[in-house]
């Protein structure tokens, strides 16, 4: 059985990656409308995936006789309009989920709960993987600055990325 606190947690945890899969469609429609259609396949491909990382805080509370409380999504307030300033919001945004999954481990720890604990240890790999992913391309964008020929080639590259549903722990 999971702790009443730890249910609550990852409840929590559920709302804020629905966000970020909220977060990154908006981001995928900015690109879509400034016609970056390779950009706003990443976004899309990155809203199902955290839709994924949900499902897999989900799962764990399920499969451990608890209780979904599901609660209501902000909407995102989006700003950003540029591929630079898309993905450095990216990043702060992966670093703030970082934090909260740091927060649950931690819990997890002070509560022994250890299927909790090995699920977390899942995805702090996987926020350290967001977190990379996002600094390279922010290094890429500035490198190539304002150069509309590399984002053409890179609005190309980011068209072919698919999803993979992940093997969450």
């Known amino acids: 059985m999971i702790s009443e606190k ?19 469609k908006a981001m995928s429609a900015v690109c879509s409308q400034e016609n970056l259609d390779g950009f706003a396949n990443w976004f899309n ?5 955290e839709y994924a990382h949900a499902m897999g805080f989900y799962n764990h509370i399920i499969d451990r ?5 599901l609660l209501a999504i902000d909407a995102p307030c989006l700003k950003e309009r540029t591929p ?11 670093q703030y989920v970082t934090a909260c ?12 709960d250890k299927p909790a604990k090995l699920l977390l240890d899942w995805y702090v790999r996987e926020q350290l993987e967001e ?7 922010i290094d890429t964008l500035t490198r190539f600055g304002k150069d509309e020929n590399a984002l053409f080639f890179l609005d ?14």
Request: proline share 1%.
């Open 84 to 94: 630079l300033d898309l993905f450095k919001r990216t990043l702060e945004h992966e």
């Open 45 to 49: 491909i990155q809203a199902q995936e």
């Open 101 to 112: 999954i740091y927060e649950l481990s931690d819990l997890a720890v002070a509560e022994n």
């Open 131 to 137: 977190e990379s992913t996002a600094e390279k391309i």
């Open 6 to 24: 730890m249910q609550e947690a990852l409840n929590a945890q559920i709302n804020k990656e629905l966000y970020s899969a909220y977060l990154y």
């Open 156 to 169: 190309k590259d980011f068209s072919t990325r698919t999803f993979v549903q992940p093997t969450i722990a």
């Open 65 to 69: 006789g608890g209780v979904i409380n």
